[in-house]
Structure formats: C-alpha cells, structure tokens
C-alpha cells in the first residue's frame, strides 16, 4: 500500500497482519492499534509529544530488574491492572484486587491461631474468618497465602532489617474453613515514586499512596484462586488508592478488644496479650471453577 493517509493507516495496520495470524491476537492487536491511532488523530500528538513517550518507555525499561517492575506499575496506577481484574471478577465470590509487586513464593506455613509479628511489639492484631463457597459452605483445605507491611510502611523484599518471609505466611484451613492468625496493623505505604511512574504521577498531581491493607491469595481445589486485598474502613487513603484497588466488599472493620480480653486457647500467643488489641473478622467466598 503506497497511499497510505492518516485516515486509512489503520485499515492498511490491519491488512498486513498475515492470513494465519492467531484470531485473538489479531483482535487484541487490531483494537489496540486502532485506539493509539484514534488517540494520536485525538489529541492531534506532536513528535516533541511522542518522542517524551518513547523517552518514557526507555527509562522504565532501564530501571526495571528481578526486583523492580515498572511496567506493571505503570499498569497498576493507569488502573488497567485493576479493569483487568474487575473484567473477570465474578460477583458471586469476595472481590479480587490487584496482586502487586511484593508477593513471594514459599512463605513458610503458619498455623491457624498462629503468630506474624515476630519481633515487633505494636499492638496485636487477630485475624479471622472462613473460607466459604458461595452458599456459604465453608471450604476444608483451602489455603491462604498471606502478606503485608511491617509497621514501617516495607515489605520485607524492601527492607534489608527485615527476614526474608518477614509478615508472609501460608495457612491451610481445617474442616471448618477458619483461618486466624495475629499480626500488627499494616499501614499504608507509597509505591515507589522514584522513577518514571513517580514523574508521571506528579505531572498528573497526584500522590503515590495506597490505604493500608492485608494482602490474601486464597486456593482450594476446584475453586477459581483468588488474588484480593482487605482494607480498614478508617484508613484516610480508602477514597484515593493510586493503583485503584479498594472494592466496596473488600472493607474491614477494627474491633476495639478491651485488656484481659484475648482468648486464652487457640492462638499462639494465647496468655501473652494483656493488653486491649484489635480484631478484624473476614470471610472470603471462593467461585467454583
Ligand atoms: C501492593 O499492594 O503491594 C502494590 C500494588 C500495586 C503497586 C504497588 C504495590
Ligand atoms: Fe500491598
């Protein structure tokens, strides 16, 4: 084609895909194409524009590692990976919610009732509930894949003080489907801001915070796994998460526990709390397959 015009240059992208291109992708890339293009005509794209958005690119391919992700960051705060998640979040069952970058494989098991808080001695914090199917049967065997901050804002893969499975646990559920374990508040945190994510959040102004929150991967044999969050509902970032992840069923509640209160069976820290501590009670809802 040697007449190609702004007008048809999608319509020429789209016949040079070869005749056996997988139909998917031939879709996926087609609609794809035909967005950037109708963007560019949109918003009449300059090269000075465009040449920053190359630029862009190149950093966070620079910075990005092992470690580092700054693709699905860019994802994460364009709220694609969370329309993503909300495309094939199936109602039925408890919301999913972005994975994000600090999941680890292998965290080491932790017993129902049992313990995440190692050595830090801010309030006690217990958490339960069941994991259910939707007609609230609960779920034997499931498994609940657990992380989240330390009370300084980190994950442990960002923080050389902290053991490499520091607040990760994985929990098998019993007969009854009750998971329980204690552990600190988490607290909210910013995604990292020192890169080109972080300069396109502050040209748009706007804060790289995200509410505190539990993170859960929750499996059990033929249920779809789910990936969700909990987040408190008196956290002050509930209303402006920057990777948009909050769903209306993914709220939790801290119960205000008196001293002497903490059951004396059943946890691992059972007879070591004095102290008033908190409580959350969540149950998750897997879908069948
Ligand atoms: C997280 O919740 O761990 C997270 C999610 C998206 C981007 C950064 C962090
Ligand atoms: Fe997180």
């Known amino acids: 084609m040697r007449d190609v015009t702004k ?26 194409v035909r967005h950037l293009h109708n963007f560019a005509r949109e918003v009449n794209l300059t090269h000075a524009e465009w040449n920053k958005g190359i630029a862009f690119l190149e950093q966070a391919g620079e910075i990005s590692d092992a470690e580092r992700h700054e693709f699905v960051l860019l994802s994460d705060v364009l709220g694609l990976s969370s329309l993503v998640d909300m495309l094939h979040n199936r109602p039925e069952g408890t919301s999913s919610s972005v994975l994000g970058p600090f999941h680890i494989t292998g965290s080491p098991p932790l017993e129902v009732g049992g313990d995440m808080r190692q050595d830090f001695t801010t309030q006690v914090l217990l958490v ?26 980190l994950y442990s893969s960002q923080d050389p003080d902290q053991d490499t499975y520091s607040f990760h646990g994985l929990q098998t559920v019993g007969a009854d489907g009750r998971y329980a374990f204690t552990t600190v508040k988490p607290v909210e945190y910013t995604v990292p801001s020192d890169g080109p994510v972080g300069d396109i959040l502050r040209a748009c102004g706007r804060h790289p915070w995200r509410p505190s929150h539990l993170h859960f991967i929750a499996e059990a044999e033929g249920f779809r796994p789910l990936v ?55 149950d998750l809802t897997l879908v069948p397959k």
């Open 228 to 282: 969700t969050e909990v987040f408190p509902e008196d956290d002050p970032y509930l209303d402006q998460d920057t990777v948009f992840g909050v769903r209306e069923d993914l709220v939790m509640r801290y119960e205000h526990m008196p001293a002497g209160s903490f059951p004396q069976t059943g946890y691992a820290l059972s007879g070591q709390v004095p102290d008033a501590y908190l409580k959350v009670a969540f």
């Open 128 to 153: 339960e509930g069941v994991v259910k199917d939707p007609d609230g049967n609960p779920i034997p065997g499931a498994t609940l894949d657990i992380w989240q901050t330390a009370p300084n804002g």
């Open 7 to 32: 007008d048809n240059i999608t319509d020429v992208f789209m016949g040079y895909m070869g005749q056996n291109t997988d139909p998917r992708l031939k879709e996926v890339m087609g609609s794809l």
